[in-house]
């Protein structure tokens, strides 16, 4: 079970839904400043996604929790994040898969879900945590991921 306190994000919405999810995957960073984590090595991420809005679908929901879990852990779990040609690019800084880029793509996945939705709320924040000691936290700007 995930018990974390996270960052509060400050939003206009009426509703706020928070998705907890832990992703075990591999991943590299293909730059030498990252030293030892140029090789590769796996993480247990413990990942955190913020949706919010004013309007609920005809299930009374904002968004659904398992297609969540579905788009973003059915997607990376058990998975080398380099892998994933259509989200990393070893040749790209701004698409390696470091923690910063990991929790941008996660946004992006989820607006794009959201944005097949009638009611069509927006991710407000994804929290990522890497390490024990490590986490970052995405907010999109809005309109924009
Ligand atoms: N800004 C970033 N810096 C680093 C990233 C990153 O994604 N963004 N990633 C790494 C490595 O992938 C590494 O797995 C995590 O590094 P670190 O926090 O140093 O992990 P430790 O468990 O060794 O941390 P300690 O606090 O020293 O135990 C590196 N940098
Ligand atoms: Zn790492």
Redesign the pocket.
């Known amino acids: 079970m995930i018990h974390q306190i996270y960052p509060q994000v400050s939003h206009d919405f009426q509703y706020e839904l928070n998705k907890d999810m832990q992703i075990a995957a591999a991943?590299f960073?293909p730059h030498e400043a990252?030293?030892k984590?140029a090789q590769m090595?796996g993480?247990t991420y413990f990942v955190n996604i913020t949706v919010a809005g004013n309007e609920l679908d005809d299930s009374g929901f904002l968004v659904n929790f398992q297609q969540l879990k579905k788009i973003v852990h059915g997607k990376f779990d058990h998975t080398l994040m380099n892998d994933h040609k259509d989200m990393f690019n070893n040749e790209n800084a701004n698409d390696f898969p470091?923690?910063?880029v990991v929790a941008r793509k996660i946004a992006e996945i989820v607006q794009a879900h959201l944005d097949t939705l009638p009611n069509r709320p927006t991710c407000v924040q994804v929290f990522v945590r890497?390490?024990?000691?490590?986490y970052?936290v995405y907010r999109p700007k809005a309109g924009k991921q």
């Open positions: 991943h960073i990252a030293g984590c090595h993480h470091t923690t910063e890497e390490s024990p000691t490590s970052v």
